[in-house]
């Protein structure tokens, strides 16, 4: 019997730091026993030593400016071969370009994209149904009933809720000695993640004589850039001076990023816009790890927070409002560090990676 094979193609990924990386290597670690063969297309600097070492077998592949042309070239080739084709982080981009790799109808379920989020306009409600024409046999995933719904109103006929894969939680789950040590913004610093309000907090509690720790995480993406509106906010943070903060700028190791959320208070300020309805790995990570969140209403984070009083939601982050939240985590620390840890447990099985392998290669 010829062994399955699934072809997964993330053209950005070149390094264990940051979450494409988490979704590939959690997905990966959804296969469990089902033997499926995993071959991963990566960036042309890629090294990815526990993929590898989890029998993934990875070939570093894409350069940045040449990664659409390279792609059609692939899906070309790969579309001829044995396997299907998962895209974990799609974009309307990778559907256009499959469709014109096939050149015709594809094959029932032999690409499989997963949208992690969204925005739908008049013209892009426009394009998906000319894509749905063309490519009726396509399968679309998303995290949420809202992504998905986008597509199956569109005409995708082969468009579901998929989990979004949480990094697995250690064994024993998160320390119980945690106590408060610092207040966090963890992940990727980006304006419409709440960045410039973070550093209005800095500046709040700067002003009001706070000595509340703060560490603040201001990677770049995956090409080491950072937007020059985050550029001018870590300038003001320079300018405020707040002798409590630590400043984070290298890319860090998937370790050194999951023992941040240890005693920590995570700071998802996110724009309500953008993240009403788009899973953040950030907060899977945080609650995984018993670290209460502080966000806003209006977006995933805050029902979620909310559903275990696992943290505070605050209605704007108007920087006063948001340290008030924060003071009251700290005052009960050990509370709201068990909420997070049971919301934690929780997610760590709707989450489950499993039930997206699953779904992939059925």
Not at 48 to 59: I, K, M, N, S
Not at 161 to 172: E, G, N, Q, R, V
Not at 254 to 266: L, P
Not at 292 to 317: N, Q, S
Request: hydrophobic fraction near 40%; charged fraction near 25%; charge should be positive.
């Amino acid at each position: 019997m010829t062994q399955a094979v699934l072809h997964i193609v993330e053209p950005t990924l070149e390094s264990e730091a940051g979450h494409c990386h988490s979704f590939v290597e959690s997905f990966c670690g959804g296969r469990g026993e089902s033997g499926c063969a995993l071959i991963l297309y990566a960036g042309r600097g890629a090294k990815l030593p526990r993929l590898e070492e989890a029998g993934v077998r990875v070939f570093p592949h894409f350069r940045r400016r040449l990664r659409r042309f390279q792609a059609v070239l692939l899906y070309r080739r790969l579309l001829r071969e044995p396997g299907r084709i998962f895209l974990p982080t799609a974009t309307r981009i990778d559907l256009a370009l499959l469709s014109l790799a096939a050149g015709g109808i594809l094959p029932p379920k032999k690409a499989i994209l997963y949208f992690h989020w969204f925005r739908p306009d008049g013209k892009k409600r426009a394009f998906l149904a000319r894509m749905a024409r063309r490519q009726p046999n396509v399968f679309v995933l998303g995290p949420t009933d809202s992504v998905v719904r986008v597509f199956r109103e569109c005409g995708f006929e082969h468009a579901l809720t998929a989990p979004y894969p949480i990094t697995p939680s250690l064994p024993d789950g998160p320390p119980e000695d945690a106590g408060f040590k610092h207040l966090l913004f963890a992940g990727a610093a980006r304006i419409d993640k709440g960045f410039p309000d973070v550093v209005n907090l800095v500046a709040c509690m700067m002003e009001r004589n706070k000595t509340l720790p703060i560490s603040i995480q201001a990677s770049p993406d995956h090409y080491g850039r950072l937007e020059s509106r985050v550029l001018a906010e870590i300038d003001r943070l320079g300018r405020i001076g707040y002798s409590r903060m630590a400043l984070r700028m290298e890319t860090l190791t998937s370790d050194e990023y999951m023992e941040q959320f240890r005693g920590a208070i995570c700071l998802q300020l996110y724009d309500p816009a953008d993240f009403a309805d788009r899973v953040s790995g950030v907060a899977l990570d945080a609650l995984s790890s018993g670290c209460p969140i502080v966000t806003l209403d209006g977006t995933w984070m805050g029902r979620v927070t909310e559903r275990f009083e696992a943290g505070k939601v605050v209605g704007a982050a108007e920087p006063g409002r948001v340290l008030a939240a924060v003071e009251e985590i700290v005052g009960d620390y050990a509370r709201y560090r068990r909420n997070a840890s049971r919301a934690g447990a929780a997610l760590q099985q709707e989450f489950n990676a499993g039930r997206l392998f699953e779904i992939v290669t059925a």
